[in-house]
C-alpha cells in the first residue's frame, strides 16, 4: 500500500507533522498539526491531497496548537483519543507557559478511544491505542508504516513526566511497539525516522541495555 508522507518540521519544538496521501483516490490526513498553520496548509495544498481528518497522536500542544486553524480552513473532523481529553483542555494554559499564548481548544469530533480504524482511500488507517507518553497516546498504521508521535523515537522514547506514566509506557513498550514487525516505517514526532527493526536492534529502550523499569525511561 502506497503513500506519499510530507513532512513538515514546525514550531519551536520542531515537532514533524505530516501530510499523508493516498495517490490512488487523492485523499489525504494531517497528523499532528502542531503550530505553524500556513505551512501546513500550505503544505497540504501543494500535495494535492483532498484532506479527510485531522489526526492527532496525542494532545501535547506541539502537536495540536494548530489543529483549531487548520480545521477552520479545511473544514475537516478532528480525532482525539478521550484519554488526552483533560490535557486538550488546557492548551491555553501550557501555551502561556511556553509563550505561546492563545492558543485554541478545537472540538474533538472523533473520539479514537471508539473506533479501531479511520477511513483512508482504498483501506483504512489502523488505530491503536499506545498510552504511557499521555494517557490517550495512539499510533496510527497503515500497512507497514506507522506514525508513533512521541511514542516512540531514532534511539530514544518519548518522556514521562508531562502527564505520562512510565510503567505503563513499559508495558506499551513490550505488549504492543515491540509486537510490530521489523520492516515497520516509524515516522516520529521529532527528528529522524527509522524502522521498528533498527530500534529493536539498537534502541537501549528496547533491546534491554536500558531496562523497561518506569524510572529509566524519560
Keep these: 500500500m502506497d503513500i506519499e508522507v510530507t513532512t513538515v518540521v514546525v514550531g519551536a519544538f520542531q515537532q514533524n507533522c505530516r501530510i499523508v496521501k493516498d495517490p490512488a483516490s487523492g485523499e489525504g490526513v494531517i497528523v499532528d498539526p502542531g503550530a505553524e498553520a500556513d505551512r501546513i496548509l500550505a503544505a497540504a495544498e501543494t500535495s494535492g ?17 494548530a489543529v483549531a486553524e487548520v480545521k477552520r480552513a479545511l473544514g475537516v473532523p478532528f480525532a482525539l483519543h478521550r484519554g488526552d481529553f483533560e490535557l486538550l483542555q488546557a492548551l491555553p494554559q501550557h501555551g502561556a507557559m511556553f509563550g505561546m499564548p492563545g492558543l485554541e481548544v478545537p472540538e474533538v469530533d472523533i473520539d479514537l478511544s471508539e473506533v479501531t480504524s479511520i477511513p483512508f482511500g482504498a483501506g483504512e488507517i ?93
Design 126 to 218: 489502523r488505530v491503536v491505542h499506545t498510552p504511557g507518553h499521555t494517557p490517550g497516546g495512539v499510533t496510527f498504521l497503515y500497512g507497514d508504516e506507522g506514525f508513533f508521535g512521541d511514542s516512540l523515537f531514532r534511539m530514544s522514547v518519548g518522556r514521562t513526566d508531562l502527564g505520562g506514566d512510565a510503567a505503563v509506557y513499559a508495558k506499551t513498550i513490550r505488549e504492543t511497539i515491540l509486537g510490530l514487525p521489523d520492516e515497520t516505517v516509524v515516522y516520529t514526532g521529532h527528528g529522524p525516522d527509522t524502522t521498528i527493526g533498527v530500534e529493536r536492534r539498537e534502541n537501549p529502550f528496547l533491546n534491554g541495555t536500558i531496562a523497561l523499569d518506569g524510572s529509566d525511561i524519560v
Design 49 to 65: 491531497a483532498r484532506i479527510t481528518h485531522l489526526l492527532a497522536t496525542h494532545a501535547h500542544l506541539d502537536h495540536v496548537g
